[in-house]
T-cell receptor, first 111, second 111 residues
Framework: DSGVTQTPKHLITATGQRVTLRCSPRSGDLSVYWYQQSLDQGLQFLIQYYNGEERAKGNILERFSAQQFPDLHSELNLSSLELGDSALYFC??????????FGSGTRLTVV | GQNIDQPTEMTATEGAIVQINCTYQTSGFNGLFWYQQHAGEAPTFLSYNVLDGLEEKGRFSSFLSRSKGYSYLLLKELQMKDSASYLCAVRDWGNTDKLIFGTGTRLQVFP
């Protein structure tokens, strides 16, 4: 157990739907990062939050949004889902500096 | 921007030594990381280089040359369980500490 908790582990949903992925960072970590990993693709950076505020944004689609709450857990919202959004979504957390610790991921399948 | 290149696949024999190369072209640089990822699982941290030279950690070593934009991960005494993808990542520069990942090198170890 890495200490970073992601729920749910698996999610199957239809095109056009909206889902929410949840991440609880390791105790004491203020930074949360979201990554997308499609089949045979590298980890694509989506967004970073630090202590409740957005710090960096990657190639995150407008249909996707995220937030970090006062208790430091984070949620990634994916809407108007398309088949191409099927992927593994990882959350990672860190204290002031890397390395990150990754959660076990949420496997999203859009049908 | 950031461009990180790694070989897509490599094969090796149990007990052998393998070197996985990574080259990067980045607008800024603040450290290079190596992660191991088994299929469908979370990446796990292996090593970190911020200064030129070799960092050794058990059977794994990582080397960095900042002037050449080059790193390698050296795995010794290969075991079957080392079959995995190895991800090279560069830490971004500036206000964010996000990691930009290469697409990874899939290593297969044969008996």
């Amino acid at each position: 157990d890495s200490g970073v908790t992601q729920t749910p582990k698996h999610l199957i949903t239809a095109t056009g739907q909206r889902v929410t992925l949840r991440c609880s960072p390791r105790s004491g970590d203020l930074s949360v990062y979201w990554y997308q990993q499609s089949l045979d693709q590298g980890l694509q950076f989506l967004i970073q939050y630090y202590n409740g505020e957005e710090r960096a944004k990657g190639n995150i689609l407008e249909r996707f949004s995220a937030q970090q709450f006062p208790d430091l857990h984070s949620e990634l919202n994916l809407s108007s889902l398309e088949l191409g959004d099927s992927a593994l979504y990882f959350c990672a957390s860190s204290a002031d500096l890397p390395p990150y610790t990754f959660g076990s991921g949420t496997r999203l399948t859009v049908v | 921007g950031q461009n990180i290149d790694q070989p897509t696949e490599m094969t090796a024999t149990e007990g052998a030594i393998v070197q996985i190369n990574c080259t990067y072209q980045t607008s800024g640089f603040n450290g290079l990381f190596w992660y191991q990822q088994h299929a469908g699982e979370a990446p796990t941290f292996l090593s970190y280089n911020v200064l030129d030279g070799l960092e050794e950690k058990g059977r794994f070593s990582s080397f960095l040359s900042r002037s050449k934009g080059y790193s390698y991960l050296l795995l010794k005494e290969l075991q079957m369980k080392d079959s995995a993808s190895y991800l090279c990542a560069v830490r971004d520069w500036g206000n964010t500490d996000k990691l930009i990942f290469g697409t990874g090198t899939r290593l297969q170890v044969f008996p």
